[in-house]
Protein backbone atom coordinates (compact mmCIF):
# COMPACT_ATOMS: atom_id res chain seq x y z
CA UNK A 1 0.00 0.00 0.00
CA UNK A 2 1.05 3.53 -0.87
CA UNK A 3 1.73 5.76 2.61
CA UNK A 4 3.49 8.47 0.92
CA UNK A 5 4.65 9.88 -1.97
CA UNK A 6 7.09 13.37 -2.18
CA UNK A 7 7.45 15.36 -5.61
CA UNK A 8 10.17 18.04 -5.91
CA UNK A 9 9.87 19.84 -9.32
CA UNK A 10 8.20 17.26 -11.13
CA UNK A 11 6.52 18.86 -14.37
CA UNK A 12 4.74 21.56 -12.48
CA UNK A 13 4.78 20.48 -9.29
CA UNK A 14 7.49 22.43 -7.55
CA UNK A 15 6.98 20.43 -4.09
CA UNK A 16 4.00 18.03 -2.86
CA UNK A 17 4.05 15.67 -0.06
CA UNK A 18 1.02 13.33 -0.08
CA UNK A 19 0.04 11.19 2.68
CA UNK A 20 -2.79 8.25 1.44
CA UNK A 21 -4.79 6.08 3.30
CA UNK A 22 -5.97 2.43 2.80
CA UNK A 23 -10.01 2.01 1.31
CA UNK A 24 -11.06 4.45 -1.79
CA UNK A 25 -9.59 7.78 -2.62
CA UNK A 26 -10.45 9.95 -5.49
CA UNK A 27 -8.17 12.70 -6.83
CA UNK A 28 -9.89 15.88 -8.05
CA UNK A 29 -9.21 19.31 -9.14
CA UNK A 30 -9.84 21.59 -12.46
CA UNK A 31 -9.40 20.54 -15.78
CA UNK A 32 -6.07 21.05 -16.74
CA UNK A 33 -4.63 21.33 -12.54
CA UNK A 34 -2.38 18.59 -13.19
CA UNK A 35 -4.02 15.48 -12.30
CA UNK A 36 -2.15 13.05 -14.95
CA UNK A 37 0.72 15.13 -13.37
CA UNK A 38 0.32 13.52 -9.83
CA UNK A 39 -0.01 10.06 -11.74
CA UNK A 40 2.42 10.50 -13.86
CA UNK A 41 4.57 11.28 -10.98
CA UNK A 42 4.09 7.90 -9.45
CA UNK A 43 4.05 6.35 -12.69
CA UNK A 44 7.72 7.40 -13.26
CA UNK A 45 8.76 6.74 -9.57
CA UNK A 46 7.63 2.71 -10.26
CA UNK A 47 10.43 3.05 -13.27
CA UNK A 48 8.05 4.66 -16.15
CA UNK A 49 9.54 6.53 -18.83
CA UNK A 50 11.81 9.55 -18.12
CA UNK A 51 12.35 12.83 -19.92
CA UNK A 52 13.50 16.22 -19.02
CA UNK A 53 10.80 17.06 -20.11
CA UNK A 54 9.73 16.37 -16.45
CA UNK A 55 12.14 18.49 -15.10
CA UNK A 56 10.13 21.43 -13.04
CA UNK A 57 11.18 24.41 -15.77
CA UNK A 58 14.48 26.05 -14.24
CA UNK A 59 15.38 23.69 -12.05
CA UNK A 60 18.40 21.23 -12.55
CA UNK A 61 16.50 17.84 -11.44
CA UNK A 62 13.47 16.33 -10.70
CA UNK A 63 12.65 14.07 -7.68
CA UNK A 64 10.15 11.64 -6.95
CA UNK A 65 10.13 9.18 -3.73
CA UNK A 66 7.48 6.97 -1.95
CA UNK A 67 7.29 4.66 0.82
CA UNK A 68 5.57 1.21 0.85
CA UNK A 69 3.78 -0.44 3.52
CA UNK A 70 4.42 -4.43 2.65
CA UNK A 71 1.38 -6.38 3.29
CA UNK A 72 -1.28 -8.67 1.94
CA UNK A 73 -0.38 -10.42 -1.19
CA UNK A 74 2.51 -8.22 -2.17
CA UNK A 75 4.36 -8.94 1.12
CA UNK A 76 5.91 -12.79 0.34
CA UNK A 77 6.81 -11.86 -3.61
CA UNK A 78 8.43 -8.64 -2.35
CA UNK A 79 10.55 -9.42 0.26
CA UNK A 80 11.79 -12.59 -0.92
CA UNK A 81 12.60 -9.97 -4.33
CA UNK A 82 14.43 -7.79 -1.66
CA UNK A 83 15.84 -10.42 0.80
CA UNK A 84 17.55 -11.78 -2.72
CA UNK A 85 19.47 -8.36 -3.06
CA UNK A 86 20.12 -7.87 0.20
CA UNK A 87 18.11 -4.58 0.85
CA UNK A 88 16.19 -4.83 4.10
CA UNK A 89 12.67 -3.02 5.18
CA UNK A 90 12.08 -1.25 7.85
CA UNK A 91 9.08 -2.17 10.15
CA UNK A 92 7.79 -4.21 6.75
CA UNK A 93 8.06 -0.39 4.76
CA UNK A 94 10.22 0.62 1.69
CA UNK A 95 10.76 3.51 0.40
CA UNK A 96 11.63 4.28 -3.50
CA UNK A 97 13.00 6.77 -4.98
CA UNK A 98 14.06 8.29 -8.69
CA UNK A 99 15.39 11.47 -9.97
CA UNK A 100 16.19 12.61 -13.22
CA UNK A 101 18.34 15.51 -14.02
CA UNK A 102 18.59 18.42 -16.84
CA UNK A 103 21.42 16.03 -18.78
CA UNK A 104 18.95 13.24 -18.63
CA UNK A 105 21.13 10.90 -17.08
CA UNK A 106 18.37 9.06 -14.37
CA UNK A 107 19.20 7.17 -11.01
CA UNK A 108 16.76 4.91 -8.73
CA UNK A 109 16.87 3.77 -4.98
CA UNK A 110 14.86 1.29 -3.32
CA UNK A 111 15.03 1.28 0.10
CA UNK A 112 18.71 2.79 0.29
CA UNK A 113 20.25 0.74 -2.83
CA UNK A 114 20.94 1.89 -6.31
CA UNK A 115 19.32 -0.31 -8.64
CA UNK A 116 18.55 0.00 -12.68
CA UNK A 117 15.29 1.13 -13.87
CA UNK A 118 14.35 -2.42 -14.87
CA UNK A 119 14.90 -3.66 -11.69
CA UNK A 120 12.85 -0.99 -10.22
CA UNK A 121 10.30 -1.63 -12.74
CA UNK A 122 10.43 -5.20 -11.42
CA UNK A 123 9.87 -4.64 -7.64
CA UNK A 124 7.42 -1.94 -8.28
CA UNK A 125 4.86 -4.83 -9.84
CA UNK A 126 4.89 -6.13 -6.73
CA UNK A 127 3.47 -2.52 -5.37
CA UNK A 128 0.81 -1.18 -7.65
CA UNK A 129 -0.66 -2.18 -11.04
CA UNK A 130 -1.53 1.31 -13.18
CA UNK A 131 -4.94 1.37 -15.11
CA UNK A 132 -4.58 4.67 -17.64
CA UNK A 133 -6.00 5.52 -21.09
CA UNK A 134 -2.78 3.36 -22.97
CA UNK A 135 -3.91 0.03 -20.91
CA UNK A 136 -7.44 0.54 -21.61
CA UNK A 137 -6.57 0.43 -25.15
CA UNK A 138 -4.79 -3.11 -24.83
CA UNK A 139 -8.30 -4.76 -25.12
CA UNK A 140 -8.22 -3.17 -28.73
CA UNK A 141 -4.87 -5.21 -28.73
CA UNK A 142 -6.50 -8.88 -29.60
CA UNK A 143 -2.96 -10.54 -28.27
CA UNK A 144 -3.60 -8.89 -25.09
CA UNK A 145 -6.56 -10.82 -24.64
CA UNK A 146 -4.55 -13.85 -23.74
CA UNK A 147 -2.45 -12.54 -20.96
CA UNK A 148 -5.64 -11.69 -19.49
CA UNK A 149 -7.22 -15.02 -19.55
CA UNK A 150 -3.78 -16.59 -18.50
CA UNK A 151 -3.90 -14.37 -15.17
CA UNK A 152 -7.53 -15.21 -14.96
CA UNK A 153 -6.45 -19.33 -15.02
CA UNK A 154 -3.47 -18.54 -13.51
CA UNK A 155 -1.73 -20.18 -15.94
CA UNK A 156 1.35 -17.41 -16.11
CA UNK A 157 4.21 -19.26 -15.18
CA UNK A 158 2.83 -22.73 -17.27
CA UNK A 159 2.67 -20.51 -20.49
CA UNK A 160 6.43 -19.13 -19.73
CA UNK A 161 7.59 -22.52 -19.45
CA UNK A 162 5.87 -23.51 -22.53
CA UNK A 163 7.37 -20.53 -24.64
CA UNK A 164 10.93 -21.11 -23.44
CA UNK A 165 10.43 -24.87 -24.47
CA UNK A 166 9.15 -23.84 -27.61
CA UNK A 167 11.85 -21.40 -27.55
CA UNK A 168 14.06 -24.46 -27.43
CA UNK A 169 12.67 -26.09 -30.60
CA UNK A 170 12.83 -23.35 -32.47
CA UNK A 171 16.51 -23.18 -32.28
CA UNK A 172 16.76 -27.31 -32.96
CA UNK A 173 14.54 -26.29 -36.13
CA UNK A 174 16.95 -23.58 -37.30
CA UNK A 175 20.40 -25.62 -36.25
CA UNK A 176 18.86 -28.67 -38.13
CA UNK A 177 17.95 -26.33 -41.26
CA UNK A 178 21.38 -25.25 -41.43
CA UNK A 179 23.11 -28.50 -41.41
CA UNK A 180 20.62 -29.81 -44.28
CA UNK A 181 22.44 -26.82 -46.72
CA UNK A 182 24.23 -27.82 -49.20
CA UNK A 183 28.03 -29.37 -48.42
CA UNK A 184 29.43 -26.44 -50.02
CA UNK A 185 27.51 -23.99 -48.06
CA UNK A 186 28.49 -25.63 -45.05
CA UNK A 187 31.85 -25.41 -45.83
CA UNK A 188 32.07 -21.93 -47.13
CA UNK A 189 30.08 -21.33 -43.47
CA UNK A 190 32.61 -23.41 -41.26
CA UNK A 191 35.63 -21.17 -42.99
CA UNK A 192 33.79 -17.69 -42.01
CA UNK A 193 32.95 -18.87 -38.74
CA UNK A 194 36.37 -20.65 -38.00
CA UNK A 195 38.23 -17.29 -39.11
CA UNK A 196 36.22 -15.10 -37.10
CA UNK A 197 36.54 -16.95 -34.06
CA UNK A 198 40.59 -17.41 -34.21
CA UNK A 199 40.89 -13.92 -34.85
CA UNK A 200 38.76 -12.81 -32.16
CA UNK A 201 39.81 -15.45 -29.46
CA UNK A 202 43.29 -14.64 -30.85
CA UNK A 203 43.26 -11.12 -29.54
CA UNK A 204 42.47 -12.49 -26.10
CA UNK A 205 39.76 -9.70 -25.29
CA UNK A 206 38.75 -8.89 -21.61
CA UNK A 207 35.02 -7.72 -20.66
CA UNK A 208 35.47 -3.61 -20.40
CA UNK A 209 38.93 -3.63 -21.85
CA UNK A 210 38.33 -1.00 -24.64
CA UNK A 211 37.18 1.31 -21.78
CA UNK A 212 39.96 0.92 -19.30
CA UNK A 213 42.53 1.25 -22.10
CA UNK A 214 40.73 4.36 -23.16
CA UNK A 215 40.83 6.05 -19.60
CA UNK A 216 44.56 4.78 -19.73
CA UNK A 217 45.48 6.31 -23.11
CA UNK A 218 43.62 9.64 -22.14
CA UNK A 219 46.57 9.53 -18.80
CA UNK A 220 48.75 9.23 -20.89
CA UNK A 221 48.18 11.08 -23.67
CA UNK A 222 47.91 14.12 -21.23
CA UNK A 223 50.81 13.33 -18.91
CA UNK A 224 52.32 16.96 -19.04
CA UNK A 225 48.94 18.70 -18.43
CA UNK A 226 47.89 16.13 -15.05
CA UNK A 227 51.69 15.98 -13.78
CA UNK A 228 51.37 19.93 -13.90
CA UNK A 229 48.04 19.89 -12.05
CA UNK A 230 49.10 17.30 -9.81
CA UNK A 231 52.21 19.58 -8.74
CA UNK A 232 49.87 22.82 -8.76
CA UNK A 233 47.73 20.99 -6.24
CA UNK A 234 50.63 19.76 -3.90
CA UNK A 235 52.01 23.48 -4.05
CA UNK A 236 48.67 24.44 -2.45
CA UNK A 237 48.51 21.54 0.07
CA UNK A 238 52.00 21.72 1.22
CA UNK A 239 53.54 25.35 -0.07
CA UNK A 240 57.12 25.60 -1.42
CA UNK A 241 60.51 26.70 0.54
CA UNK A 242 58.29 29.84 1.77
CA UNK A 243 55.69 28.12 3.03
CA UNK A 244 52.21 29.26 2.48
CA UNK A 245 50.40 25.88 1.85
CA UNK A 246 46.79 25.31 3.37
CA UNK A 247 48.71 21.84 5.32
CA UNK A 248 51.58 24.52 7.03
CA UNK A 249 48.53 27.04 8.02
CA UNK A 250 46.45 24.43 9.59
CA UNK A 251 49.52 22.79 11.59
CA UNK A 252 49.83 26.59 12.97
CA UNK A 253 46.17 26.20 14.02
CA UNK A 254 46.44 22.69 14.97
CA UNK A 255 48.54 24.35 18.34
CA UNK A 256 46.89 27.66 18.57
CA UNK A 257 42.98 26.62 19.04
CA UNK A 258 43.44 23.79 21.41
CA UNK A 259 45.46 26.82 23.55
CA UNK A 260 42.12 28.43 23.04
CA UNK A 261 40.06 26.37 23.73
CA UNK A 262 41.93 25.39 27.12
CA UNK A 263 41.37 29.60 28.52
CA UNK A 264 37.24 29.11 26.82
CA UNK A 265 35.38 25.45 26.96
CA UNK A 266 32.91 26.72 24.63
CA UNK A 267 35.56 26.46 21.46
CA UNK A 268 36.62 22.94 22.36
CA UNK A 269 33.87 21.49 19.91
CA UNK A 270 35.03 24.12 17.28
CA UNK A 271 38.85 22.47 18.24
CA UNK A 272 37.38 19.11 17.80
CA UNK A 273 36.02 20.05 14.23
CA UNK A 274 39.61 21.14 13.11
CA UNK A 275 41.63 18.74 14.49
CA UNK A 276 38.85 16.26 12.39
CA UNK A 277 39.94 18.56 9.54
CA UNK A 278 43.48 18.93 9.87
CA UNK A 279 43.98 14.99 9.91
CA UNK A 280 41.83 14.61 6.43
CA UNK A 281 43.45 17.61 4.86
CA UNK A 282 46.89 15.52 5.88
CA UNK A 283 45.67 12.28 4.87
CA UNK A 284 44.71 14.35 1.16
CA UNK A 285 48.06 15.56 0.96
CA UNK A 286 49.83 12.46 1.87
CA UNK A 287 47.69 10.86 -0.75
CA UNK A 288 48.92 13.79 -3.45
CA UNK A 289 52.07 13.17 -2.94
CA UNK A 290 51.90 9.43 -3.47
CA UNK A 291 49.96 9.69 -6.87
CA UNK A 292 52.47 12.33 -8.07
CA UNK A 293 55.32 9.67 -7.03
CA UNK A 294 53.33 7.18 -9.28
CA UNK A 295 53.11 9.36 -12.47
CA UNK A 296 55.49 8.05 -15.34
CA UNK A 297 55.67 8.70 -18.70
CA UNK A 298 56.14 5.47 -20.90
CA UNK A 299 55.41 6.28 -24.46
CA UNK A 300 56.10 2.64 -25.05
CA UNK A 301 53.04 2.16 -22.88
CA UNK A 302 51.12 4.50 -24.66
CA UNK A 303 51.86 3.27 -28.19
CA UNK A 304 51.01 -0.19 -27.13
CA UNK A 305 47.81 1.38 -25.42
CA UNK A 306 46.95 2.94 -29.26
CA UNK A 307 47.74 -0.21 -30.54
CA UNK A 308 45.55 -2.16 -28.82
CA UNK A 309 42.11 0.48 -29.37
CA UNK A 310 43.02 0.09 -32.97
CA UNK A 311 42.93 -4.00 -33.04
CA UNK A 312 39.53 -3.70 -30.80
CA UNK A 313 38.45 -1.24 -33.32
CA UNK A 314 38.94 -2.91 -36.18
CA UNK A 315 37.45 -6.18 -34.80
CA UNK A 316 34.07 -3.99 -33.94
CA UNK A 317 34.00 -2.38 -37.41
CA UNK A 318 34.47 -5.95 -39.05
CA UNK A 319 32.07 -8.13 -37.02
CA UNK A 320 29.37 -5.74 -35.14
CA UNK A 321 26.79 -3.69 -36.70
CA UNK A 322 27.35 -0.75 -34.23
CA UNK A 323 31.02 0.11 -33.20
CA UNK A 324 30.44 1.64 -30.27
CA UNK A 325 28.93 -1.67 -28.73
CA UNK A 326 30.48 -2.55 -25.49
CA UNK A 327 32.77 -5.28 -25.86
CA UNK A 328 31.10 -8.02 -24.54
CA UNK A 329 28.99 -8.29 -27.54
CA UNK A 330 32.02 -8.54 -29.85
CA UNK A 331 32.74 -11.41 -27.12
CA UNK A 332 29.27 -12.91 -26.87
CA UNK A 333 29.64 -12.80 -31.41
CA UNK A 334 32.36 -15.15 -31.25
CA UNK A 335 30.85 -17.34 -28.29
CA UNK A 336 27.72 -17.53 -30.70
CA UNK A 337 30.10 -18.33 -33.53
CA UNK A 338 31.83 -21.09 -31.97
CA UNK A 339 28.72 -22.41 -31.10
CA UNK A 340 27.57 -22.69 -34.43
CA UNK A 341 31.01 -24.03 -35.82
CA UNK A 342 30.79 -26.79 -33.21
CA UNK A 343 27.31 -27.64 -34.48
CA UNK A 344 28.76 -27.66 -38.11
CA UNK A 345 31.72 -29.59 -37.04
CA UNK A 346 31.70 -31.61 -34.32
CA UNK A 347 29.32 -33.42 -32.12
CA UNK A 348 26.67 -31.21 -33.21
CA UNK A 349 26.55 -32.07 -36.87
CA UNK A 350 24.68 -35.62 -36.16
CA UNK A 351 21.87 -34.85 -38.45
CA UNK A 352 19.90 -37.85 -37.48
CA UNK A 353 20.50 -37.19 -33.96
CA UNK A 354 19.29 -33.62 -33.70
CA UNK A 355 15.80 -35.20 -35.74
CA UNK A 356 15.67 -37.23 -32.97
CA UNK A 357 15.72 -34.29 -30.37
CA UNK A 358 13.29 -32.29 -32.33
CA UNK A 359 10.69 -35.24 -33.13
CA UNK A 360 10.57 -35.75 -28.84
CA UNK A 361 10.60 -32.05 -28.43
CA UNK A 362 7.68 -31.39 -31.10
CA UNK A 363 5.60 -34.09 -29.15
CA UNK A 364 6.50 -32.64 -25.51
CA UNK A 365 5.20 -29.49 -26.89
CA UNK A 366 2.38 -30.91 -28.53
CA UNK A 367 1.49 -31.78 -25.15
CA UNK A 368 2.33 -29.03 -23.12
CA UNK A 369 -0.09 -26.81 -25.39
CA UNK A 370 -3.14 -29.15 -24.89
CA UNK A 371 -2.55 -28.74 -21.20
CA UNK A 372 -2.97 -25.43 -21.45
CA UNK A 373 -5.65 -25.11 -23.91
CA UNK A 374 -7.45 -27.50 -21.91
CA UNK A 375 -7.07 -24.95 -18.32
CA UNK A 376 -8.13 -22.01 -20.82
CA UNK A 377 -11.05 -23.92 -21.75
CA UNK A 378 -12.31 -24.56 -18.55
CA UNK A 379 -11.43 -20.93 -17.08
CA UNK A 380 -12.61 -19.35 -20.02
CA UNK A 381 -16.49 -20.21 -19.43
CA UNK A 382 -15.92 -18.77 -15.81
CA UNK A 383 -14.19 -15.79 -17.04
CA UNK A 384 -17.12 -14.60 -19.17
CA UNK A 385 -19.77 -15.54 -16.63
CA UNK A 386 -17.89 -13.18 -13.43
CA UNK A 387 -17.19 -10.44 -16.22
CA UNK A 388 -21.15 -10.93 -17.14
CA UNK A 389 -22.03 -10.71 -13.53
CA UNK A 390 -19.93 -7.54 -12.77
CA UNK A 391 -20.74 -5.43 -15.91
CA UNK A 392 -24.63 -5.75 -15.09
CA UNK A 393 -23.43 -4.07 -11.83
CA UNK A 394 -22.09 -1.15 -13.82
CA UNK A 395 -25.06 -0.40 -15.87
CA UNK A 396 -24.77 -3.05 -18.79
CA UNK A 397 -27.36 -5.58 -17.41
CA UNK A 398 -27.95 -7.25 -20.53
CA UNK A 399 -24.38 -7.80 -22.19
CA UNK A 400 -23.20 -11.12 -23.22
CA UNK A 401 -19.20 -11.20 -22.51
CA UNK A 402 -18.10 -14.40 -24.47
CA UNK A 403 -13.66 -15.12 -24.44
CA UNK A 404 -13.68 -17.07 -27.74
CA UNK A 405 -10.91 -19.67 -28.06
CA UNK A 406 -9.68 -21.30 -31.55
CA UNK A 407 -7.25 -23.44 -32.04
CA UNK A 408 -4.40 -22.56 -34.49
CA UNK A 409 -5.10 -23.68 -38.38
CA UNK A 410 -2.31 -26.34 -39.66
CA UNK A 411 -1.41 -29.57 -39.76
CA UNK A 412 1.88 -29.41 -38.59
CA UNK A 413 3.28 -28.89 -34.67
CA UNK A 414 4.86 -25.86 -35.77
CA UNK A 415 1.95 -24.75 -37.68
CA UNK A 416 -0.49 -25.52 -34.87
CA UNK A 417 1.74 -24.30 -31.90
CA UNK A 418 2.88 -20.50 -30.93
CA UNK A 419 5.30 -19.57 -28.91
CA UNK A 420 2.03 -19.20 -26.13
CA UNK A 421 0.20 -22.56 -27.36
CA UNK A 422 -2.05 -23.63 -29.96
CA UNK A 423 -5.49 -20.79 -29.30
CA UNK A 424 -6.17 -17.80 -30.61
CA UNK A 425 -7.82 -15.91 -27.83
CA UNK A 426 -10.14 -12.94 -28.59
CA UNK A 427 -12.89 -11.17 -26.31
CA UNK A 428 -16.59 -11.02 -27.74
CA UNK A 429 -19.21 -8.30 -26.64
CA UNK A 430 -22.49 -8.00 -27.41
CA UNK A 431 -24.16 -5.17 -25.59
CA UNK A 432 -28.06 -4.92 -26.70
CA UNK A 433 -30.48 -7.94 -26.54
CA UNK A 434 -30.43 -9.79 -29.52
CA UNK A 435 -27.34 -8.31 -31.37
CA UNK A 436 -24.93 -10.64 -32.34
CA UNK A 437 -21.39 -11.80 -30.47
CA UNK A 438 -19.07 -9.70 -32.34
CA UNK A 439 -15.32 -8.70 -31.52
CA UNK A 440 -14.56 -6.21 -28.24
CA UNK A 441 -11.91 -4.77 -30.07
CA UNK A 442 -14.27 -3.29 -33.69
CA UNK A 443 -17.47 -2.70 -31.57
CA UNK A 444 -16.95 -1.02 -27.78
CA UNK A 445 -17.45 2.35 -26.99
CA UNK A 446 -15.04 4.27 -24.77
CA UNK A 447 -17.48 4.04 -21.89
CA UNK A 448 -17.72 0.34 -22.29
CA UNK A 449 -14.66 -0.37 -22.67
CA UNK A 450 -13.79 1.46 -19.18
CA UNK A 451 -16.45 -1.20 -17.87
CA UNK A 452 -15.39 -4.06 -19.11
CA UNK A 453 -11.53 -3.03 -17.80
CA UNK A 454 -12.64 -2.55 -14.51
CA UNK A 455 -14.78 -5.63 -14.63
CA UNK A 456 -11.30 -7.17 -15.69
CA UNK A 457 -9.43 -5.78 -12.95
CA UNK A 458 -11.91 -6.69 -10.48
CA UNK A 459 -12.03 -10.28 -11.16
CA UNK A 460 -7.82 -10.50 -11.69
CA UNK A 461 -7.04 -8.75 -8.49
CA UNK A 462 -7.21 -11.77 -6.26
CA UNK A 463 -4.67 -13.15 -8.69
CA UNK A 464 -2.41 -9.66 -8.44
CA UNK A 465 -0.33 -9.44 -5.82
CA UNK A 466 -0.25 -5.56 -6.53
CA UNK A 467 -1.76 -4.03 -3.23
CA UNK A 468 -2.78 -0.56 -4.98
CA UNK A 469 -4.54 0.07 -7.75
CA UNK A 470 -4.44 3.03 -9.99
CA UNK A 471 -7.55 4.33 -12.17
CA UNK A 472 -6.67 7.23 -14.43
CA UNK A 473 -10.14 8.11 -15.92
CA UNK A 474 -12.26 5.75 -15.65
CA UNK A 475 -14.93 7.45 -16.09
CA UNK A 476 -14.78 8.19 -19.82
CA UNK A 477 -17.74 7.68 -21.96
CA UNK A 478 -19.87 7.37 -18.94
CA UNK A 479 -22.22 9.64 -16.24
CA UNK A 480 -25.61 9.30 -14.58
CA UNK A 481 -26.46 6.26 -13.23
CA UNK A 482 -23.70 4.20 -14.91
CA UNK A 483 -21.14 6.29 -12.91
CA UNK A 484 -22.98 5.80 -9.36
CA UNK A 485 -22.91 2.27 -10.09
CA UNK A 486 -18.89 2.59 -10.96
CA UNK A 487 -18.51 4.71 -7.64
CA UNK A 488 -20.39 1.67 -5.79
CA UNK A 489 -18.52 -0.87 -7.30
CA UNK A 490 -14.97 0.99 -6.59
CA UNK A 491 -15.73 1.24 -3.02
CA UNK A 492 -16.45 -2.55 -2.81
CA UNK A 493 -13.15 -3.22 -4.44
CA UNK A 494 -11.28 -1.03 -2.16
CA UNK A 495 -12.26 -3.24 0.97
CA UNK A 496 -9.38 -5.53 -0.74
CA UNK A 497 -7.24 -3.07 -2.41
CA UNK A 498 -6.40 0.30 -2.41
CA UNK A 499 -7.61 2.00 -4.66
CA UNK A 500 -6.45 5.77 -5.97
CA UNK A 501 -8.32 7.34 -8.90
CA UNK A 502 -8.26 10.49 -10.96
CA UNK A 503 -12.79 11.15 -11.81
CA UNK A 504 -14.48 14.34 -12.68
CA UNK A 505 -17.43 13.03 -11.59
CA UNK A 506 -18.88 13.74 -8.05
CA UNK A 507 -21.17 10.89 -8.45
CA UNK A 508 -17.91 8.82 -8.23
CA UNK A 509 -15.81 10.29 -5.80
CA UNK A 510 -19.02 10.84 -3.02
CA UNK A 511 -18.09 7.09 -2.92
CA UNK A 512 -14.26 7.85 -1.86
CA UNK A 513 -12.72 7.18 1.92
CA UNK A 514 -10.64 10.10 1.09
CA UNK A 515 -10.13 12.75 -1.43
CA UNK A 516 -7.39 14.58 -3.02
CA UNK A 517 -7.40 17.95 -4.60
CA UNK A 518 -4.68 19.17 -7.32
CA UNK A 519 -5.28 22.67 -8.15
CA UNK A 520 -3.08 24.78 -10.48
CA UNK A 521 -2.39 28.24 -9.42
CA UNK A 522 -0.27 31.39 -10.59
CA UNK A 523 2.48 33.21 -8.49
CA UNK A 524 3.83 35.83 -10.36
CA UNK A 525 5.10 34.94 -13.80
CA UNK A 526 4.97 31.12 -12.32
CA UNK A 527 2.54 28.46 -12.93
CA UNK A 528 2.45 25.42 -10.23
CA UNK A 529 0.22 22.83 -9.00
CA UNK A 530 -0.33 22.41 -5.80
CA UNK A 531 -1.72 19.17 -3.76
CA UNK A 532 -3.93 18.28 -0.90
CA UNK A 533 -6.37 16.52 1.00
CA UNK A 534 -9.86 17.71 1.45
CA UNK A 535 -11.91 16.99 4.56
CA UNK A 536 -15.04 18.05 6.22
CA UNK A 537 -16.46 21.52 4.48
CA UNK A 538 -13.76 21.84 1.61
CA UNK A 539 -14.65 18.20 1.02
CA UNK A 540 -18.35 19.54 0.37
CA UNK A 541 -17.46 22.90 -1.53
CA UNK A 542 -14.69 20.45 -4.03
CA UNK A 543 -18.03 18.03 -4.85
CA UNK A 544 -20.17 20.98 -4.96
CA UNK A 545 -17.49 22.43 -7.71
CA UNK A 546 -17.56 18.90 -9.22
CA UNK A 547 -21.50 18.75 -9.59
CA UNK A 548 -22.09 22.07 -10.82
CA UNK A 549 -18.91 24.40 -11.00
CA UNK A 550 -20.19 26.12 -8.27
CA UNK A 551 -18.41 25.62 -5.39
CA UNK A 552 -20.45 28.43 -2.96
CA UNK A 553 -24.01 28.55 -4.02
CA UNK A 554 -25.91 26.95 -1.32
CA UNK A 555 -28.62 24.59 -3.42
CA UNK A 556 -24.81 23.15 -4.53
CA UNK A 557 -23.25 22.73 -1.09
CA UNK A 558 -26.63 21.54 0.21
CA UNK A 559 -26.75 18.73 -2.76
CA UNK A 560 -22.78 17.95 -2.47
CA UNK A 561 -23.66 17.19 1.49
CA UNK A 562 -26.64 15.29 1.10
CA UNK A 563 -24.71 12.86 -1.37
CA UNK A 564 -21.29 12.47 0.69
CA UNK A 565 -23.95 11.34 3.72
CA UNK A 566 -25.68 9.17 1.80
CA UNK A 567 -22.81 7.22 -0.18
CA UNK A 568 -20.86 7.42 2.73
CA UNK A 569 -18.27 9.57 1.45
CA UNK A 570 -18.26 11.08 5.21
Keep these: MLEELDIKNFALIESAHVEFNSGFTVLSGETGAGKSILIGSLAFLLGGKAGTEQIRSGCQQAQVSGVFLLDGPALSGASEWLNERGIETEDNRIQLRRIIRDNGKTGAWIGGSPVTRADLASFAAFLVDMHGQHEQQSLMR ?92 NGILEGGDEGGGILPLFRKLKV ?97 ALEEEISALEKQVYAEARAISAGRKEA ?107 GSH ?19 AVYADNQVKIQKGIDGNTTATNVFPVVGDERVKEIARMLSGDALSEQSLEHASSMLKKFGGI
Design 490 to 508: MKKLAAKKQILCITHLASI
Design 380 to 486: SGRMSDAVEEILSKLGMKDTRFRVQLTEKEGTLVEQRCGPYGMDNIEFLISANPGSPLLPLARIASGGELSRVMLALKTILCAADTAGTLVFDEIDTGIGGEVAVAV
Design 256 to 352: TVPHAAGLDKSLEELDNRLQSAFYEIEDLAQEFRKYESSLVFDPERLAQVQERLDLIFRLKKKYLQNQGAPLSELIAYADKAGAELEALTGAGADKS
Design 142 to 233: VPEHRRYLDIYAELTEQVAAFTALYGTLVQKRAALASLSTTEAEREKRIDMLSFAVDEITGARLRPNEDEELSLEEGRLSSFERLYGDIQEI
